[in-house]
């Protein structure tokens, strides 16, 4: 059923698409001058579990892997998808880490095709077991890399005419449901955005000391926040704007300067003090 290759490529970068770059089979129709497919469909064996299926190709010479869906698929856990892409990412080196996400709107001022590229979350999630080792204490003070950001900002203003903001807070839900109005009311004031996929995305790319930024799109109101939203304005967001998402995507891997990085994402992740107390009691069984 699978081809399994552990040959993993290295790659600089990593773009985890999400409901925005699903209908374009991405990086598929954009094939241009400076991209290049160099390796499609490949399934590696991790730890925990086959992989979902990843593309390596290059845009401007950079190299990068991507998977869909944030790697979600059916029979495995959300947990286990997110910890299978992040295993690969970490054994192929990757350094900075783009995705994207269909999200729903808490802050009364949002409206359906709003860009925002969150520099905060509140996670709701009740997902366990979200580490790969255990090994770093991580500081999640800028969370959302600075530096990525910027980047994504930047390119979002060169294909995009309609709202952008370069910051807002995410609530992270488990789903796959909604949210009820209720809920969304409590997170009035404390969230913009609620979303089910930027955890455990975030602890990861820290677990792995790469930079992590996401590019998110409002496709429907929250319950009791404006007018009940429409499925058909959902479904023409996903198709009329995947373009859009992956145009911006590209051009923000393909601006970026690979050897100079000026955050501190890095620096946010410490070796846990804890690690000799897990020894200790992993030797006593
Ligand atoms: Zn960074």
């Known amino acids: 059923m699978y081809d399994l ?8 970068f990593a773009i985890i698409g999400g409901s925005g770059t699903l209908s374009s089979n991405f990086p598929f129709n954009f094939e241009g001058t400076d991209i290049k497919i160099l390796k499609k469909d490949i399934f590696f064996n991790t730890p925990y579990g086959i992989s979902p299926k990843f593309i390596y190709f290059t845009v ?5 892997l991507t998977c869909k869906m944030h790697g979600w698929r059916s029979g495995v856990s959300r947990a286990d998808a997110s910890r299978q ?4 990412f970490r054994q192929a080196k990757v350094k900075r880490i783009l995705s994207e996400s269909g999200v729903g709107s808490i802050n009364y001022l949002l409206d359906p095709r709003d860009l925002i590229i969150p520099d905060d979350y509140i996670d709701l999630s009740v997902r366990k077991d979200v580490m790969l080792d255990g090994r770093y204490l991580l500081v999640m003070r800028e969370a959302l890399c600075p530096e990525l950001r910027n980047y994504l900002l930047s390119s979002s203003k060169k294909y995009f005419n309609g709202r952008i903001f370069d910051r807002g807070i995410c609530a992270v ?8 109005p209720a ?3 409590m997170l009035k004031g404390h969230a913009d955005i609620v979303s089910q996929s930027l955890v455990p995305e975030v602890y990861l790319a ?5 930079c992590y930024a996401n590019l998110s799109f409002v496709v429907n109101y929250g319950e009791g ?9 959902m479904k023409d967001i996903f198709y009329d704007d995947a373009k859009l998402i992956t145009d911006i995507l590209l051009d923000t891997v393909r601006n ?9 994402c890095t620096s946010l992740r410490k070796e846990t003090l804890l690690k000799d107390v897990y020894n200790e009691v992993s030797d006593k069984g």
């Open 5 to 12: 290759n552990n040959d993993i490529p290295l790659a600089d």
């Open 60 to 64: 401007n010479n950079k190299s990068v």
């Open 85 to 88: 892409i992040f295993w690969v």
């Open 173 to 180: 839900t488990d789903g796959r449901h909604f949210e009820s």
């Open 183 to 185: 809920e969304i009311a």
């Open 206 to 210: 820290r677990e792995i000391g790469a």
């Open 225 to 233: 926040i404006k007018n009940s939203w429409s499925h058909d304005t």
């Open 256 to 264: 970026i300067s690979i050897n100079v990085k000026k955050c501190n």
